[in-house]
């Protein structure tokens, strides 16, 4: 659900109000995004912030590095996890810093992008004294960079903002995943803890040992097929709540955590967006 999706929505709706929308990865504002589409799902932004923060608390971190940039930030998602993660960070004694990056989709590019992280990660260490500094940044494009320049420094990284391990570590590493293991997400993992090691990171390294993404995408695919085949049992168009729940459990595993989304300025409940969060796997 990407910029442009509300008109679209909208656009469609006047001509076929019928059509049901299934949003996931929410890139515009979420909170009028869940008065256009009939089914969202995204993850959960305090259980999800928590878990990445508390990872780097537990490898060791006495600083954590946040960066971002005002495009992203003007998701209100993303700044809940901006809150969630410096509110770990403080109740256990790690200092939380901002840093402004620059965006990708601005005048350098991606490349701007990348050089900076290749410059700032070990500047931060200099200056802080210390290699326990953990670095997350919000954007996806620049994560394999930014994966590489921290194993390199042998730094902290908690975890990718669309957690896989299919993002950024095949580049990161020079992984060799032949046609036969390319899906393979038991065989990729074992090799991406195999590569740490090599860095001494392991312990260091945190993520999921499954694609948020494809859990994203199955779980609204899944759910539109059993809309279609009569398997849900919607009320005053709502979403089947426990139809959602069981595809959770199902995807994300039975450990996952769901919830109904709220909003946090003014407390309403949404009965139509889902968020889900799992415990972060360490490398």
């Known amino acids: 659900a990407d910029i442009g999706t509300i008109a679209m929505i909208n656009k469609v709706k006047e001509e076929r109000p019928d059509i ?11 909170y009028e995004m869940a008065q256009v589409g009939d089914l969202l799902v995204s993850m959960d932004p305090e259980i999800w912030a928590e878990s990445v923060a508390q990872f780097a608390v537990d490898a060791g971190a006495e600083h954590f590095v946040f960066y971002s940039f005002a495009r992203h930030m003007s998701n209100a998602l993303k700044v809940r996890h901006q809150e ?3 509110k770990v960070c403080e109740a256990n004694g790690v200092t939380f810093e901002t840093v402004t990056m620059p ?12 050089q900076f992280m290749l410059e700032s990660v070990p500047s931060l260490m200099d200056t802080y004294g210390t290699k326990n500094v953990a670095y997350y940044a919000t954007v996806s494009t620049i ?18 903002p669309d957690p896989s391990p299919f993002s950024g570590f095949s580049g990161a590493f020079g992984l060799e995943i032949d046609d036969a293991h390319k899906y393979d997400a038991d065989y990729v993992n074992d090799l991406i803890t195999e590569a740490l090691g090599e860095y001494n990171m ?9 694609s948020f993404v494809r859990c994203e995408l ?10 279609c085949e009569g398997e849900v049992n919607e009320v005053d168009g709502k979403p089947d709540a426990q139809k959602v729940e069981e595809l959770v459990k199902e995807i994300y595993g039975e450990g996952a955590y769901f919830n109904k989304s709220i909003n946090d300025t003014t407390g309403e409940e949404y009965d139509n967006w889902f968020t889900v969060a799992r415990d972060l796997y360490a490398y």
Do not use: H
Not at 20 to 30: A, M, Q, T
């Open 20 to 30: 049901k929308f299934l949003l996931g990865s929410l890139n515009e504002d979420v």
């Open 84 to 86: 969630s993660m410096q």
């Open 103 to 114: 965006d990708p989709m601005g005048d350098g590019g991606i490349g701007g992008a990348q």
């Open 143 to 160: 994560q394999e960079c930014l994966l590489k320049t921290v194993a390199e420094n042998v730094g902290i990284y908690p975890c990718n």
């Open 202 to 210: 392991n312990g260091r390294v945190g993520g999921w040992e499954k």
């Open 218 to 227: 199955e779980l609204l695919f899944r759910y539109a097929l059993a809309y």
